[in-house]
């Protein structure tokens, strides 16, 4: 039983370029989120999705997309990578929006 | 979203309680008290939550208050590997703006000394 996987652990993109990270949970969770974690400060909510079929936007979704694949896989991709971009991106799912979140271990992205 | 405010850091002895206070005065009825911590450079880890009554699993105790406007988390007996940063947040289970938002302020870092 793995919990919440993300891919890549570490990426290095360069200004302009485009790539999706990905997120899958095992535990047969409905609510998937991602969040970004700048140096220094709390973690924020980018999107998330409720269920299956479902995404919103969060706290800070700006210069970014989200895919919910299926019921285990949660995807976002940044289009045009920016230097503000730079952050430690962390997915995380619950059973459902009301109950306690698993996170993942986290993937750190440096956009040069 | 309710606002919580944490100390900035604090400090425990090894092997002693380490209580950690946090103030959320504007929290409605509907919201419930979680705690996660996160170890460098890993993800947050989930420790408790409470509405209104004190809670107790095998990791914390969370003691708030009959106003429901502060709370303390109780890690019993403390350890190096409790060194982390302790986080309190306000949310709905059930409905409103902060309902399955988990929203992250500062939090509170703890250091364990041996």
């Known amino acids: 039983n793995a919990g919440v996987t993300q891919t890549p652990k570490f990426q290095v993109l360069k200004t302009g370029q485009s790539m999706t990270l990905q997120c899958a949970q095992d535990?047969?969770?409905?609510?998937m989120y991602w969040y970004r974690q700048d140096p220094g400060m709390g973690l924020r909510l980018i999107y998330y999705?409720?269920?299956?079929?479902?995404?919103d936007k969060g706290e800070v979704p700006n210069g970014y997309n989200v895919s919910r694949l299926n019921k285990r896989e949660f995807s976002l991709r940044l289009e045009s990578a920016a230097p503000s971009q730079t952050s430690v991106y962390f997915c995380a799912s619950s059973v459902d929006r009301g109950a306690s979140s698993f996170f993942g271990q986290g993937t750190r992205l440096t956009v040069v | 979203d309710a606002k919580t405010t944490q100390p900035t850091s604090m400090d425990c002895a090894e092997g002693r309680a380490a209580n950690l206070p946090c103030n959320h005065s504007t929290i409605s009825g509907n919201e419930y008290v979680y705690w996660y911590r996160q170890i460098h450079s890993q993800g947050p880890q989930y420790i408790i939550h409470?509405?209104?009554n004190n809670e107790t699993n095998e990791m914390a105790s969370l003691i708030i208050t009959e106003d429901r406007k502060s709370s303390t988390l109780i890690l019993p007996h403390a350890t190096l590997r409790d060194t982390a940063v302790y986080y309190c947040?306000?949310?709905?289970?059930?409905?409103?703006?902060?309902?399955?938002?988990?929203?992250f302020g500062q939090g509170t870092i703890l250091t364990v000394h041996p």
């Open positions: 947040i306000v949310r709905s289970n059930a409905g409103g703006t902060s309902y399955g938002k988990l929203t």
């Open positions: 535990m047969n969770h409905n609510s």
């Open positions: 409470g509405l209104k």
């Open positions: 999705s409720a269920s299956e079929g479902t995404t």
